[in-house]
């Protein structure tokens, strides 16, 4: 499968190398090289199975117009978008074209996921309040992270309502990437962490989707797909 990896960062990096490990033919740029989405012409993006894009919340949105106006097939593991999520839904089943994001790609933090709302579903009725703490490196640019905004989703949708649930984020060093959730009450306190050893989860979860996404089309949360894969 041909692959180009948009954002040559430390995890835009892991995923090209993840990917020529799984037999894949390789290409990648960066944002100055791509500066405006420029260099994603139709003919360009036509010589690629799937673009995997890890770059900044900035960069992302022109590059996933770019992309999906010409009817490819985009996997997104840039955060800080969402706002702009509806949009690209809609640009990808205009044009035909195949979009996968997430949060995090990372199996372990998936099921984390599911664990917050069944966390929820049984502490909420029971006066446990609920906080998430973030930590990842100081060059890390959304806050909170999208993968604690995840976390507050799956809170929200166990508990059946809207919780208020604080998120705190905290940046240093060149920390991968931890969660706490905190389900506190008068009584007692439980606490779920996800704690990132390294980034390669990450990319690894990221080549999965891109190999399942090649041929299909339309709009997929990794979320909801990454049992499949």
């Known amino acids: 499968m041909?692959?180009?990896?948009?954002?040559?960062?430390?995890?835009?990096?892991?995923?090209?190398?993840?990917?020529?490990e799984r037999g894949h033919s390789v290409s990648g740029m960066d944002v100055v090289e791509n500066a405006g989405a420029t260099a994603l012409t139709p003919p360009m993006v036509a010589?690629?199975?799937?673009?995997?894009?890890?770059t900044t919340p900035e960069a992302v949105v022109q590059n996933m117009r770019a992309v999906l106006a010409t009817g490819g097939r985009m996997v997104?593991?840039?955060?800080?978008?969402?706002?702009?999520?509806?949009d690209m839904r809609a640009l990808a089943e205009r044009k035909g074209a195949g979009l996968l994001y997430g949060t995090n790609y990372s199996v372990g933090v998936q099921v984390m996921l599911k664990l917050a709302e069944q966390m929820a579903a049984s502490l909420?009725?029971?006066?446990?309040r609920f906080s998430v703490v973030e930590t990842h490196h100081t060059s890390k640019l959304d806050k909170p992270s999208g993968t604690a905004i995840?976390?507050?989703?799956?809170?929200?949708?166990?508990?059946?309502?809207?919780?208020?649930?604080?998120?705190?984020?905290?940046?240093e060093g060149d920390a991968k990437g931890t969660h706490v959730l905190e389900a506190v009450s008068n009584a007692d306190r439980l606490v779920l962490t996800?704690?990132?050893?390294s980034r390669r989860g990450f990319a690894?979860?990221?080549?999965?989707?891109?190999?399942?996404?090649?041929?299909r089309t339309g709009c997929y949360d990794f979320r909801d797909v990454?049992?499949?894969?």
């Open 2 to 20: 041909r692959i180009l990896v948009l954002g040559q960062g430390k995890t835009g990096k892991l995923v090209a190398e993840v990917a020529a």
């Open 47 to 54: 010589g690629f199975d799937v673009v995997i894009d890890f």
């Open 76 to 86: 997104v593991g840039t955060t800080g978008w969402y706002d702009k999520l509806a």
């Open 124 to 128: 909420a009725g029971a006066g446990y």
């Open 150 to 171: 995840s976390i507050a989703e799956m809170v929200d949708r166990g508990a059946g309502k809207k919780t208020g649930l604080a998120i705190e984020s905290v940046r």
């Open 194 to 197: 996800h704690e990132a050893f």
């Open 204 to 215: 690894e979860g990221a080549v999965r989707a891109a190999e399942w996404m090649a041929g």
């Open 226 to 229: 990454w049992e499949k894969l």
